[in-house]
């Protein structure tokens, strides 16, 4: 998985690295995290104007599903349109079709393993794999727009803080010109920023809802058995009675004598038997992205522009505005 996520990211970066304009920030990583995503199911790669392609009816069925109306049945079949039910169906069965394409008679390593488990593996055809194509959406949503949402918070961060931006390329300075998940005990202060984005950007407002199995009583509250329950994280994120100043951003916070010191209050992936399932994979091209990035180049506002602020949208994701940026390569600090 390793190499696959460095192969994404030394072309992200090198592209970054050289290019000339500034960048709109919303246009780097939603296909690439699509792409890398796609190859490490089907083993195969997207061309750049395909993923984006996807990525993009992608974006469309994320905003229709903050339309209220397309949760009900009556409203989407009479405005398709209108509910955003349409968007979600475009997106929907372009990809069952490409999926389809990529996995038949073939896939990659995770398709050979499921079809190893099957009874007959000869006759089994994931294309139509109901549990199969279900799995490849929601590993697929799952993360596209939480990934997404990280990395465009992290730029915005490190505009805002250019001296935490030089102690964190400093620190980078030190690891291979590849850095991996292995290397990232040896930069605890890109650990703490990676948290502290986290906890202060807390792009995922609440966790995925559960079920209650049985009555319980919590806090004074009774809640019967059947009752949709859902972590508020950005509470967590955000409680004064947990986190001193909490709406400051403070990577050091999490720093105790140079080295990295984590907190269950910061809890990105939810929690519980339900708790994100893909953590280590975002892990690993959290810090191989960053670190790789902060190795080549510095990252700068755009001539003349104001720096990206704090202000959110919220729906599923809590998402930064738009901004652009300007990577620059530049030698390593000393």
């Given at each position: 998985?390793?190499?696959?996520?460095s192969?994404?990211?030394?072309?992200?970066?090198?592209?970054?690295?050289?290019?000339?304009?500034p960048?709109?920030?919303?246009?780097l990583?939603?296909?690439?995290?699509f792409?890398?995503?796609?190859?490490?199911?089907?083993?195969?790669?997207?061309?750049?104007?395909?993923?984006q392609?996807?990525?993009?009816?992608?974006?469309?069925?994320?905003?229709?599903?903050?339309?209220?109306w397309?949760?009900?049945?009556?409203?989407?079949?009479?405005?398709?349109?209108?509910?955003?039910?349409?968007?979600?169906?475009r997106?929907?069965?372009?990809?069952?079709?490409?999926?389809?394409?990529?996995v038949?008679?073939?896939?990659?390593?995770?398709v050979?393993?499921?079809?190893?488990?099957?009874?007959?593996?000869?006759?089994?055809?994931?294309?139509?794999?109901?549990?199969?194509?279900?799995?490849f959406?929601?590993?697929?949503?799952?993360?596209?727009?939480?990934?997404?949402?990280f990395?465009?918070?992290?730029?915005?961060?490190?505009?805002?803080e250019?001296e935490?931006?030089?102690?964190?390329?400093?620190?980078?300075?030190?690891?291979?010109?590849?850095?991996?998940?292995?290397?990232?005990?040896?930069?605890?202060?890109?650990?703490?920023?990676?948290?502290?984005?986290?906890r202060?950007?807390?792009?995922?407002?609440?966790?995925?809802?559960?079920r209650?199995?049985?009555s319980?009583?919590?806090?004074?509250?009774?809640?019967?058995?059947?009752?949709?329950?859902?972590?508020?994280?950005?509470?967590?994120?955000?409680?004064?009675?947990?986190?001193?100043d909490?709406?400051r951003?403070?990577?050091?916070?999490?720093?105790?004598?140079?080295?990295?010191?984590?907190?269950?209050?910061?809890?990105?992936y939810?929690?519980?038997?339900?708790?994100?399932?893909?953590?280590?994979?975002?892990?690993?091209?959290?810090?191989?992205?960053?670190?790789s990035?902060?190795?080549?180049?510095?990252?700068?506002?755009?001539?003349g522009?104001?720096?990206?602020?704090?202000?959110?949208?919220?729906?599923?994701v809590?998402?930064?505005?738009?901004?652009?940026?300007?990577?620059?390569?530049?030698?390593?600090?000393?």
């Amino acid at each position: 998985m390793e190499r696959l996520i460095s192969t994404e990211v030394t072309e992200l970066v090198t592209e970054l690295a050289d290019a000339r304009e500034p960048v709109p920030v919303k246009s780097l990583f939603r296909w690439r995290y699509f792409n890398l995503s796609w190859t490490i199911v089907t083993g195969q790669r997207l061309p750049a104007a395909e993923a984006q392609r996807l990525a993009h009816l992608f974006t469309l069925e994320m905003s229709a599903l903050q339309n209220t109306w397309v949760n009900n049945s009556v409203l989407r079949t009479i405005f398709p349109e209108r509910s955003g039910f349409a968007d979600v169906l475009r997106y929907r069965d372009a990809v069952r079709a490409a999926f389809a394409a990529a996995v038949r008679g073939g896939g990659g390593t995770f398709v050979a393993k499921v079809r190893a488990a099957q009874p007959e593996p000869a006759a089994w055809r994931p294309e139509v794999d109901e549990d199969l194509v279900m799995f490849f959406f929601d590993f697929m949503n799952g993360g596209c727009e939480t990934t997404s949402s990280f990395f465009e918070w992290s730029m915005a961060y490190l505009l805002r803080e250019p001296e935490l931006q030089r102690r964190l390329r400093k620190e980078v300075a030190a690891l291979p010109s590849q850095p991996t998940l292995a290397h990232r005990a040896n930069a605890p202060l890109l650990r703490a920023f990676e948290t502290e984005v986290f906890r202060r950007s807390s792009l995922t407002p609440a966790g995925v809802p559960h079920r209650s199995l049985q009555s319980f009583k919590v806090g004074g509250y009774n809640v019967p058995a059947g009752t949709t329950l859902r972590y508020d994280i950005m509470g967590a994120h955000w409680d004064p009675a947990r986190w001193s100043d909490p709406l400051r951003f403070r990577p050091e916070r999490f720093l105790r004598n140079g080295k990295f010191v984590g907190s269950e209050d910061v809890v990105p992936y939810g929690i519980g038997l339900r708790r994100c399932t893909g953590e280590k994979y975002a892990e690993a091209y959290h810090f191989m992205l960053l670190a790789s990035l902060l190795r080549e180049a510095t990252v700068e506002p755009a001539p003349g522009a104001a720096l990206p602020t704090e202000a959110a949208t919220i729906g599923l994701v809590r998402l930064c505005l738009p901004f652009d940026v300007v990577c620059r390569r530049a030698p390593l600090p000393q």
